[in-house]
């Protein structure tokens, strides 16, 4: 597909459990980012990955979150321990360089039981 | 004061009139602007950007940027029930570097039949 792909789209799971979630850019995008949307919230950034450089990871919560990107495409976010307040929506996104817009992916809905 | 700024709505138009959604900034220094609508339970999706003083137009869309003021606002002409949706302000602000983005909680607007 032309955008950007996550999967999986809705994840439950009990708290205390780890989980992954999965990002796969759109074709020669560069740039990579994390985002959490809260129901009713803004877009919190979590996570940016540009080329090879290391990634900015000032946005992250805590140190049970963290993001990794492999051979500069595809993304995994992994939360460690999960908690209730994890409960969120987790979207994606990637653009072609800085100040380039940035396209969302569909997302992955986590619900913490 | 928040970075980025929206009255959150509900901005309730009549179909076929203009809508006017409107976005104050904090960093002086921002370079580029971004208007994202997001429908309930979906992701946000790109709808204008701009980077220079002035007016852009896309269709019935219209992107107005005033970094001596710091606003950024967004005209939608004959608005249609389509149009319904939460509209995100985004800003790529000079402080911290990178590209993350900004976000304001957004507007939500209502066209009304």
């Known amino acids: 597909g032309a955008g950007v792909s996550q999967s999986p789209s809705n994840k439950v799971t009990e708290k205390g459990k780890d989980v992954e979630l999965r990002c796969d850019p759109i074709s020669g995008h560069t740039a990579l980012y994390w985002y959490r949307q809260s129901l009713g919230q803004g877009l919190e950034f979590l996570i940016y990955?540009?080329?090879?450089?290391?990634?900015?990871k000032s946005g992250l919560p805590s140190d049970r979150f963290s993001a990794e990107r492999t051979g500069g495409s595809v993304s995994t976010l992994t939360i460690q321990r999960t908690q209730q307040e994890d409960s969120a929506v987790y979207l994606c996104?990637?653009?072609?360089?800085?100040?380039?817009?940035?396209?969302f992916g569909d997302g992955t809905r986590l619900s913490i039981l | 004061q928040k970075e980025v700024e929206q009255n959150s709505g509900p901005l309730s138009v009549p179909e076929g009139a203009i809508a006017s959604l409107n976005c104050t900034y904090s960093?002086?220094?921002?370079?580029?602007f971004f208007w994202y609508r997001q429908y309930s339970g979906k992701s946000p999706e790109l709808i204008m950007f701009?980077?220079?003083?002035g007016d852009k137009e896309d269709g019935r869309f219209t992107a107005q940027l005033n970094k001596a003021s710091q606003y950024v606002s967004l005209l939608i002409r004959d608005s249609q029930p389509s149009d319904s949706a939460t509209y995100l302000c985004a800003v790529n602000p000079t402080t911290g570097g990178g590209n993350k983005l900004t976000f304001g909680t957004g507007t939500q607007l209502k066209v009304e039949l």
């Open positions: 701009i980077y220079s003083n």
């Open positions: 996104a990637s653009s072609g360089g800085r100040n380039q817009p940035q396209h």
């Open positions: 960093d002086r220094g921002s370079q580029s």
């Open positions: 990955f540009q080329g090879n450089s290391a990634p900015d």
